[in-house]
């Protein structure tokens, strides 16, 4: 019989969180509780994290409904469905109870509105928030162009107003290579995701009420000279590239 301790790191699909035990249990009758209570076998990743292969990205709001028994969604939310099956696999009746009759604006990426959803206070007005990326290309066997790959994403950057980015990015914003913990009402450029999903960025950023308002990308170091680190290959070096989009919510 496993023995769980009282700080929980966990990987669900991909995404890390960090957790109380008894925040998990909160709910005895759910899944999760009947995991971290034996009930139920739980495996663990390469780096012994617990492990749940479910969505990662709305965890996030599994975690927020057991820790306050209520569930806040932002003010234009599409995932609504897809939090609700979330909800469902786990077992937590009251937050699908919740999810039905909770009356906030959702919208399909698609949809518009006549007037703009009101602004959350928390998040404020004209804010920008920048994503950046790092990625590589490689050619394909024949060496053509038209047979260029997408071959890797390293690492999602987020650059913008402290609390404005926690708000939106919430426990995927990875902190630890910010400098300046605690001062809260201030601008950083060192925060990262801690997923490489490029789409599942833009849907947090869509859903606050931020639209795109520029990108644009460039070679990282095409034809630098530099000597190559251990195990990099020389062709995918050349292929390196760095991206940038702007989101506004004016």
Same mark, same amino acid.
């Given at each position: 019989?496993?023995?769980?301790?009282?700080?929980?790191?966990?990987?669900?699909?991909g995404?890390? #969180? !960090?957790t109380? @035990?008894?925040?998990?249990?909160?709910e005895?009758n759910?899944l999760?509780?009947?995991?971290?209570?034996n009930?139920?076998?739980?495996?663990?990743?390469?780096?012994?994290?617990?492990?749940?292969?479910?969505d990662?990205?709305?965890?996030?709001?599994? *975690?927020?409904?057991?820790?306050?028994?209520?569930? =806040?969604l932002?003010d234009?939310f599409?995932?609504?469905?897809?939090?609700?099956?979330?909800a469902e696999? #786990?077992r937590?009746?009251?937050?699908? &109870? /919740?999810?039905a !009759?909770?009356?906030?604006?959702?919208?399909t990426p698609? /949809?518009?509105?006549?007037?703009?959803?009101p =602004?959350?206070?928390?998040?404020g !007005?004209n804010? #920008?928030i920048?994503?950046?990326?790092? $990625?590589?290309?490689?050619f +394909?066997?024949? $060496?053509?162009?038209s047979d =260029?790959?997408f071959?890797? *994403?390293t690492r999602? @950057?987020?650059? +913008?107003?402290? @609390?404005?980015c926690?708000e939106i990015?919430?426990?995927?914003?990875?902190?630890?290579?910010d400098?300046?913990?605690? /001062?809260?009402?201030?601008y950083?450029?060192?925060?990262?995701?801690?997923?490489?999903?490029?789409?599942?960025?833009?849907? &947090?950023? /869509?859903?606050? +009420?931020?639209?795109?308002?520029g &990108?644009?990308?460039?070679?990282?170091?095409?034809? &630098?000279?530099e000597?190559?680190k251990?195990g990099?290959d020389s062709e995918e070096?050349?292929?390196n590239? #760095?991206?940038?989009?702007?989101?506004?919510?004016?």
């Open positions: 019989m496993a023995s769980f301790p009282s700080v929980v790191d966990l990987n669900v699909g995404v890390t #969180y !960090t109380s @035990l008894s925040t998990l249990t909160a005895p759910s999760i509780a009947d995991l971290f209570t009930k139920h076998t739980i495996g663990k990743d390469s780096q012994g994290r617990y492990f749940i292969d479910r990662g990205q709305l965890f996030r709001f599994i *975690l927020d409904y057991l820790r306050t028994k209520k569930i =806040v932002p234009v599409a995932e609504r469905e897809r939090l609700r099956t979330e696999y #786990y937590l009746t009251d937050l699908v &109870s /919740q999810l !009759t909770n009356k906030r604006l959702s919208l698609y /949809q518009s509105t006549a007037t703009p959803p =602004v959350s206070p928390s998040y !007005t804010c #920008y920048t994503v950046g990326y790092r $990625g590589s290309f490689a +394909g066997r024949d $060496g053509m162009a =260029v790959k071959r890797k *994403l999602i @950057l987020v650059s +913008g107003k402290v @609390l404005i926690r990015f919430g426990e995927t914003l990875n902190e630890s290579r400098p300046d913990h605690g /001062q809260d009402d201030r950083t450029a060192r925060y990262f995701l801690k997923h490489l999903s490029l789409e599942s960025a833009f849907d &947090s950023l /869509q859903e606050a +009420g931020f639209r795109m308002v &990108s644009c990308g460039s070679g990282t170091s095409c034809g &630098s000279g000597p190559l251990p990099m070096n050349r292929w590239h #760095y991206n940038e989009f702007v989101f506004c919510r004016p």
